[in-house]
């Protein structure tokens, strides 16, 4: 018996398997896409939808939002005399007031418009491995910095590179006026960045004290003071791991743009920011005239769905509603139109 | 080796070069110069033996390689863009990870063409090494060397089963009488063996042959590729000429057979030689479907080109418009800026090499790659795997398996493809009396008379031994067994047995006719032992016998049935009949052609044993048991042009110098001249009218005819005519003409013996398979060289003709060939050829003669017009070329997709024609199938090949296509849309390997899958319905509005998917790279979802969840390892971060609905309101089999219309006899209507004596076609049958333009 199918199967050699793999009649498991299966489907997608956008908005409405600007392109503005170019080391004031308690933890953001932290050539221009901690970058940054990688002397900047050069250095303190004084409100600097950017990503090289390390180099053209004296008031915030420094150099996707500053969490203000007035006092060092830029200061409070955005919320409702919609139009269609076979 | 000037060494190669190129080549035996140097060889213009094959050498293999695969315009256009990358003002950040698409691309295509010119150099190699035996003068034996060794002018000595090493002229083989067989089975296929003679008067007839003997020049013509052509002619140092032909030449690549050894002079070696210079490699066709694909890829090119335009223009407005130079905007390390038009024009190519996936260089490996998997599954398909010969459908062409898709046209032979082109003998015709051989009862009627005639004869010679006439009887069977080319083989005999038994037979011929009259009474006995009803079968033919002259078709005892039962009695009848048959059981046949074989083994049921066939002999073993020998003085060989064959052979009794030709009734009937001796001329005459009635009746039967005639020739004659044929053969020009010549001068005055129907039985399911294919939308022409009446009744049998079809038969009597058109102008029938709808109901049968004059150029439009109009054409008589000419006419003027198929070397021409041509593995040898695109061996076939694979590669391949270009401008638009927010910049917000692997991991391998595994509808409901193959025709599902509107799903989508972030992370602190990680997400979700609109099966879902799991896998792998790899992206822990965040999960939940829902929704709403015929069949698909037959049937009665009422007759009317159809109409026009069948034969005459043409015949001509107008239209009123309106209408078009 063995031996006469083998000799079957020896004279049909070439006799292809018949298996449901070569002969294509896998099990075939295929969503019609009629109306009467779809119903359903967008019933149950409308739904959900006007679910997630009602609380979407709703999360989104009990976010607070505080945004002043402070480009002084007005007349009227406290900050329009710094607005010049010229002005150097020029302060400015700005008050305002809330109605309500502003809930903690407030963010304190900065914000620029038409700044194009995405363009090309200007987000390729630093050193990664200088920015890493590498001492021989130090020496020689690599050629994607140019044309900020050495100055007139033939010294090299460190850090190296147009972004690192453009960093933004107007600086806040904010006051709560309580009865004319001014009442310093604690901000928090600490863990504004990512915490790969300060931990991992960004390194500063292992000498101390961390000056010695920038010997022979020099400070980036538009900045006031070396690196390695950013933060005077803490030592650990200093060189390539300083929380400003690290939240300037993570790009900004659009060219308008928010950048967290400050977190208010401490003493008197970590339930929020009570209702009064308050002065902010900005150090106004940074242009942005020159391209048609604004500057602002935005306070906000978050919650699980991030800063304040309606349109998500809206979205969410608009095709939720538009899924239901489709539905009943579907159930007409299906009244109407459908297959014989399905009586 | 000697130092030789570069002047000599020039004037040289010249000589060499002049030497090949001359029309006439002398060759020297090359035993003289033996040892001598290369110079002083007489034949050392001509290369040797060595082959080489390879496309490359190793050095050069790289730039070779590399030359080759820019003939390719794309691979030229991706290196351009790789190159461009390296230039430094388009900023590409890593222009070396731009080179690894176009590089890993490359690298696979030259590993192809690598392994595949290594496997030709091994092949090349083991055949050049392969031993043979050379003649060497020093050791004066043939001694064994290599084949590349062989030179031209050596002697080669081939043993049996040897593979021949070069073209040899055969000199002297082991055979007494100089023959060889060959098998020629490497070459084309054919496994019967052929016979190969030696030069006659050239060699040496000792036992042993010498080639230092030889002393002639061997004069031979330039190296072609004809196989079955050579001309040559040897010049004795006498100067006598002796001339040779392909009969003489062994070609490299055959198989000596039957012969112990020959030996042969060297005419053409390696590259010169016929089998490879007709090794032209693989044939490349491109596929309608990648034709327009060029053209949507230039479309995107286009695109592309306009992206780039609006990036540079952006990007100079956006500069212009600031004021001052921002931070953000980094000079070059001069700190100089370009000015904002520099930059722009910068900015073009920046965006090129930003945006250059938006032309997909997968595309053409994916293409590959889905072929390479469509084709496993079609020759995996055991649907399409014969059995019986243990064959699949093989797959030549790789490239055009989509086309199968979109065939519009079918080209189809009839023998051996619609039929199985295995011959049954079925009746015959001897004297003017009618023999059927039907059933077990008939072969005894025809036996029983014949050996009544024999014994007739017989005892009249014995009476009147001075009598010369031998029975017609005894002839015509003896005519059936030794007029052909048959070879006899047998198992174990030796060639030896079979010569020393004739030689002993021949002593005592007279033994053999006084046997002979003893027999027949014995005969006739076991005859009636083994039949089951002796007595009534007798009666029955014995009635048939004497009512012979009225041809009385037995059409009542027709059954299915007895076809078996026939079969077995015309091939076992000896056996049965317990015969003396020892050694003719284990003879075996092997025949150039079946017709051949079938009349040998009817003569051999009929007693008349073909015994032996040699060189000058043949043995035929008679009733009685006795052995006949003939001496064959000649053979004149069959050709096309004759369209018959004859052998001149002496008869061992009379002595007398005996032709017997057979062949095409037409081309026999008019050669009968003189009556036969003894006869009056009238009976002679009556006995070819009652032939021809015979013949034509057969023909209506759809069996294939022969005539036999015999001829005595005078000694007087033969002598004349010797002469002439031995110049004829010593000829070098025109040397086929000449021999043709000497044929037909012999051919004369024939008197006729009987003709011979043999059945060709329709293959099975081919009507099927034909109603199927045409419901399917496809025309079937069927081209024949048959008789027009065989043709119409194998088109009736097959149902290519219905019985309520009108039939025009076209057909023009006179043989001068004159332009049908003749300027007439009667009537302005200016009948709109648009507003005549396709008629489905007329069918033209038309003649080779006529259709030569309807492919005239200034007629083609007209037949091409009329013939779109039919429902299917059937042309007869037909020549190969006039085959190839019809379909290229037809895929030329129509612009359609054709389709031909054949099985013998007369469909070769037709096959390459056609845009695929497929080829029959059948009796006919392999020719058809080597020049085939695919190989099939049954018709019916076709069907599950054109309606399933057909239907599926090509919708498989065509959404792959379209889903492919819609993947990449959907993705790219991404980046477009991210210019407007970055300056025109060109800033990509994904980073670069991960863009590159989205393209090559994440979203390759799901369309990949879909294009090779994607079954849209089940095989069984395209074989159901096949109205559904329509689907593919013309433009098919790859239209240039499904592109645009796919195109046009990108931008939405992209914009969905671009928009739906953007507004969701305003105004927020994303950067760059955390933007762009959501936007990847989302399109990968949406470009995989599209594709899943069209999810099919477990494997699709696996492939697709596969992907997903694969991207997220690899991104995470790479965000967590890549800290500073590759700037300025370094998207470290940026996915991480992102999935920690439950607004990720709600932007891309809400934009991938967004971008998807219109598709979705337009599906939904197509299925329920409109849906297509592919969807219904989709919807049934899901429904339990008994329902899903059940609605099928339904369907098709509802769209198909008349489809029910034809599938009603399930059983193909068979066309019988008794059908009154008088098809000998002389008058010029007429037309017959019989019963329900419409039968319109127009004969178009030509008057055509006069050369120039008169206004009076013009008149003549018009009136008549005027009447014929009449009467049609007549007709039509009488008939109220709007179909025959349409037939004449565009008949009448066709006639009167």
Known sequence: MGRTKKMVKEELANRPDNTAFTQQRLPAWQPMLSAGIVIPGFVIIGLAFIGIGVALFVTSQSIQLLELDYTGVEQTSPCFKCSDPNAKNCMCELTFSTDTLFKGPVFFYYGLSNYFQNYRSYGVSKDDDQLSGNLDNFKSPSDTCAPYEYDRNNKPFVPCGAVANSLFNDTFKLYQIVNGAKKVVPLDGKGISWWTDYNIKYRNPAVTPLKNAFNGTVKPLYWSKPAYELDPSDPANNGFINQDFLVWMRRAALPDFRKLYRRITDGDYAEGLPAGNYSLQIAYNYPVLSFEGRKKVVFSNVSWMGGKNEFLGIAYLVIGSLCVVMSVVMLIVYAKFKFPEEE | ?1297
């Open chain 2, 1 to 1297: 080796m000697t130092w030789r000037s570069p002047l000599a060494l020039v004037r040289e190669a010249l000589r060499g070069q002049r030497a090949r190129e001359k029309d006439l080549r002398n060759l020297a035996s090359n035993l003289p110069y033996e040892g001598l140097e290369k110079g002083k060889q007489p034949n050392r213009y001509f290369p040797g033996n060595a082959i080489k094959t390879t496309k490359y050498t190793l050095l050069l293999f790289i730039p070779m390689n590399l030359f080759e695969q820019f003939h390719r315009l794309a691979n030229i256009y991706f290196v351009g863009l790789a190159i461009l990358n390296f230039v430094p003002v388009v900023n590409a950040f890593q222009p070396e990870v731009a080179l690894i698409p176009i590089c890993v691309i490359l690298c696979l295509t030259a590993l192809k063409d690598a392994w595949e010119d290594f496997r030709r150099y091994q092949s090349d190699r083991k055949l050049n090494n392969t031993p043979c035996l050379i003649y060497s003068r020093k050791e004066k034996q043939f001694v064994e060397r290599r084949w590349k060794d062989v030179r031209v002018g050596d002697f080669v000595r081939v043993v049996c089963n040897e593979i021949v090493p070069a073209d040899l002229l055969l000199l002297h083989t082991s055979d007494p009488s100089g023959v060889c067989h060959i098998e020629t089975s490497n070459l084309d296929g054919e496994t019967n063996l052929k016979l190969r003679r030696t030069m006659s008067g050239l060699c040496i007839s000792h036992p042993v042959f010498e080639p230092e003997s030889f002393n002639s020049v061997v004069v031979c013509e330039k190296p072609n590729n004809n196989l079955n052509h050579f001309k040559c002619y040897a010049e004795k140092p006498d100067k006598e000429k002796v001339g040779a032909g392909i009969e003489s030449l062994l070609l490299r690549g055959c198989t000596v057979r039957n012969t112990d050894h020959a030996v042969g002079f060297v005419v053409y070696a390696g590259h010169e030689t016929k089998s490879m210079l007709n090794n032209n490699g693989p044939r490349y066709k491109r596929s309608k479907l990648e034709r327009k694909l060029n053209i949507n890829v230039f479309f995107c090119v286009i695109l592309l080109f306009t992206m780039c335009l609006i990036g540079a223009l952006g990007h100079f407005l956006w500069l212009q418009a600031l004021p001052v130079v921002p931070p953000f905007l980094v000079p070059d390390s001069n700190g100089h800026l370009d000015s904002p038009s520099l930059s722009g024009f910068y900015m073009f190519f920046t965006m090129i090499i930003l945006l250059q996936v938006l032309i997909p260089i997968s595309l053409y490996v994916s293409i590959e790659l889905v072929k390479i998997g469509q084709i496993f599954f079609i020759t995996n398909d055991i649907d399409l795997y014969d059995e019986d010969t243990d064959s699949r459908v093989q797959c030549k062409a790789l490239n055009i398996t989509e086309d199968l898709g979109q065939i519009e046209y079918i080209f189809s032979d009839k023998t051996g493809t619609l039929t199985e082109n295995k011959m049954v003998f079925r009746r015959c015709s001897i004297m003017g009396t009618e023999y059927p051989h039907k059933e077990n009862g008939k072969p005894l009627s025809s036996c029983y008379s014949t050996f009544h005639w024999v014994s007739h004869s017989c005892r009249a010679e014995s009476s009147s031994s001075s009598s010369q006439k031998i029975d017609p009887y005894l002839d015509f069977f003896l005519a059936l067994a030794i007029c052909n080319t048959v070879v006899v083989s047998m198992a174990t005999a030796q060639r030896q047995r079979v010569s020393s038994l004739h030689s002993r037979q021949t002593n005592n011929p007279l033994n053999t006719l006084s046997n002979l009259v003893k027999k027949p009474g014995s005969l006739h006995r076991i005859f009636t032992f083994w039949q089951r009803k002796p007595k009534r079968n007798r009666t029955i033919s014995e009635d048939s016998v004497t009512e012979g002259d009225d041809f009385n078709p037995p059409v009542k005892t027709e059954e299915p049935g007895d076809i078996n039962g026939l079969q077995t009695c015309s091939l076992y009848a000896p056996s049965q009949c317990n015969m003396p048959a020892t050694t003719s059981d284990n003879l075996s046949y092997e025949a150039e052609s079946p017709d051949e074989a079938a009349l040998v083994y009817a003569a051999k049921a009929y007693g008349f044993t073909l015994l032996a066939r040699t060189h000058d002999s043949v043995t035929v073993r008679l009733p009685s048991g006795e052995d006949l020998v003939f001496e064959v003085l000649d053979t004149l060989t069959f050709d096309p042009i004759r369209k018959r064959m004859s052998i001149l052979v002496r008869h061992p009794i009379t002595k007398k110098f005996v032709l017997y030709t057979k062949g095409a009734d037409y081309a026999i009937m008019e050669l009968l001249g003189t009556p036969y001796a003894g006869m009056c001329r009238q009976h002679q005459k009556n006995i070819a009218a009652d032939t021809q009635h015979h013949l034509d009746c057969y023909a209506k039967e759809g069996l294939r005819t022969l005539c036999f005639t015999k001829k005595i020739v005078s000694d007087k004659m033969y002598e004349s005519w010797l002469v002439n044929r031995r110049r004829a053969l010593a000829a070098i020009d025109n040397r086929e003409e000449l021999v043709m010549d000497t044929a037909v001068q012999l051919e004369t005055n024939l008197s006729l013996l009987g003709a011979t129907g043999i059945e060709d039985r329709l293959q099975e399911s081919v009507p099927d398979t034909i109603v199927a294919l045409r419901e399917a939308g496809i025309q079937v022409w069927v081209l024949t060289g048959d008789k027009p009446e065989t043709a119409v009744n194998i088109g009736y049998a097959c149902r290519l003709l219905e019985d309520e079809d009108l039939v025009i038969n076209m057909s023009c009597k006179n043989k001068v060939r004159r332009p049908l058109s003749a300027s007439l102008k009667v009537g302005c029938l200016t009948q709109n050829p648009r507003n005549v709808d396709t008629t489905q109901d007329i069918s033209l049968v038309i003649d080779g003669r006529t259709l030569t004059m309807a492919l005239s150029s200034d007629l083609q439009d007209r037949f091409v017009d009329l013939a779109k109009r039919c429902r299917s054409v059937l042309c007869c008589r037909v020549t190969p070329l006039q085959k190839s000419r019809v379909v290229k006419v037809v895929r030329e003027k129509l612009k359609v997709m054709t389709l031909a198929v054949g099985d013998g070397a007369n469909d070769v021409n037709m096959i390459q024609a056609a845009d695929i041509g497929i080829g029959i593995s059948g009796q006919e040898g392999m020719q058809a199938v080597m020049a085939s695109d695919f190989a099939i061996s049954r018709f019916r076939h076709l069907k599950k090949l054109l309606l399933v694979h057909g239907h599926w590669c090509y919708t498989r391949l065509a959404n792959m296509i379209i889903y492919f270009f819609y993947k990449n401008v959907a993705y790219v638009n991404l980046l477009f849309w991210y210019q407007f927010f970055c300056g025109f910049s060109g800033t990509a917000m994904i980073d670069y390997w991960l863009m590159i692997f989205f393209n090559l991991f994440f979203t390759s391998v799901p369309p990949i899958m879909f294009g090779i595994m994607d079954n849209d509808v089940s095989a069984e409901m395209l074989l159901g319905v096949p109205e559904l193959y329509r689907m593919g025709q013309g433009a098919g599902a790859y239209k240039f509005s499904t592109f645009w509107v796919s195109m046009l799903d990108a931008f939405y989508q992209s914009l969905v998917c671009f928009f739906i972030p953007y507004l969701a992370y305003q105004d927020s602190d994303i950067d760059v790279f955390t933007f762009g990680t959501p936007l990847n997400t989302i399109s990968l979700f949406t470009i995989l979802l599209h594709l899943s609109i069209e999810i099919k099966t477990v494997i699709h879902w696996v492939i697709i969840l596969g992907s997903v799991v694969l991207y997220f896998i690899v991104t995470l792998a790479y965000s967590g390892l890549c800290i500073t790899c590759n700037p300025p992206s370094n998207p470290y822990w940026i996915l991480q971060s992102q999935m920690a965040d439950p607004m990720f999960y709600l932007i891309c939940i809400l934009t991938t609905v967004v971008a998807l829902l219109p598709r979705y929704i337009f599906h939904v709403l197509r299925n329920s309101i409109a849906p297509s015929p592919l969807a219904q069949a989709r919807h049934l698909d899901r429904l339990d089999p008994s329902t899903k037959s059940e609605l099928i049937k339904e369907w098709r009665s509802f769209r198909g219309g008349g489809q029910v009422k034809r599938s009603r007759l399930s059983t193909p009317p068979s066309p019988t006899l008794e059908t009154p159809v008088d098809i000998h109409l002389q008058s010029p026009i007429s037309s017959d209507v019989m019963g329900d069948e419409f039968i319109l034969n127009v004969i178009t005459e030509n008057y055509q004596r006069e050369r120039n043409v008169n206004s009076e015949e013009s008149e003549e001509k018009a009136s008549k076609l005027q009447s014929l107008m009449l009467f049609l239209w007549k007709w039509s009123v009488h008939t109220p049958n709007p179909l025959v309106k349409r037939a004449e209408l565009s008949l009448a078009y066709f006639i009167l333009q």
